[in-house]
């Protein structure tokens, strides 16, 4: 709720941390991050881009699961891939994944599930 007020933004910075503390030894990039955001917000300069995708909506078809950003389009990192997207079916039970990026679009698919839980 606080980023509904006026003159706030946020910075994600869970891809900079380790798994196990949520205080990212990285505080360069995260300082970074936050002047982007800030830079964006105070001084208005829109040709910069000041966060990752945003979540706009959700859509089920078959066995995948259709996720639409508004922003910057998502990516993944350079030789990294997509990993670690689990989906469950009908009957509960989650499976890992195929995450594609098409566009401002992530589709998560598995072939293990025929229809998506909702």
Same mark, same amino acid.
């Given at each position: 709720?606080?980023?509904?007020?006026?003159?706030?933004?946020?910075?994600?910075?869970?891809?900079?941390?380790? &798994?196990?503390?949520?205080?990212?030894?990285?505080? #360069?990039?995260? +300082?970074? %991050?936050?002047? !982007?955001?800030?830079?964006?917000? @105070?001084?208005?300069?829109?040709?910069?881009? &000041?966060?990752?995708?945003?979540?706009?909506?959700? #859509?089920?078809? +078959?066995? %995948?699961?259709? !996720?639409?950003?508004?922003?910057? @389009?998502?990516?993944?990192?350079?030789?990294?891939?997509?990993?670690?997207?689990?989906?469950?079916?009908?009957?509960?039970?989650?499976?890992?994944?195929?995450?594609?990026?098409?566009?401002?679009?992530?589709?998560?698919?598995?072939?293990?599930?025929?229809?998506?839980?909702?």
């Amino acid at each position: 709720m606080a980023l509904s007020l006026p003159n706030t933004a946020m910075s994600v910075n869970i891809d900079l941390g380790e &798994a196990n503390d949520i205080h990212p030894v990285n505080k #360069k990039d995260v +300082g970074y %991050r936050l002047a !982007l955001a800030s830079r964006r917000l @105070a001084y208005g300069e829109r040709n910069l881009i &000041a966060s990752g995708p945003v979540y706009q909506s959700m #859509k089920t078809d +078959g066995n %995948r699961i259709i !996720l639409t950003f508004s922003g910057s @389009a998502p990516v993944a990192k350079s030789g990294g891939g997509l990993k670690f997207f689990a989906i469950a079916g009908q009957d509960k039970k989650f499976v890992w994944g195929m995450p594609v990026i098409k566009g401002h679009t992530l589709e998560v698919s598995s072939p293990a599930i025929d229809n998506l839980l909702r």
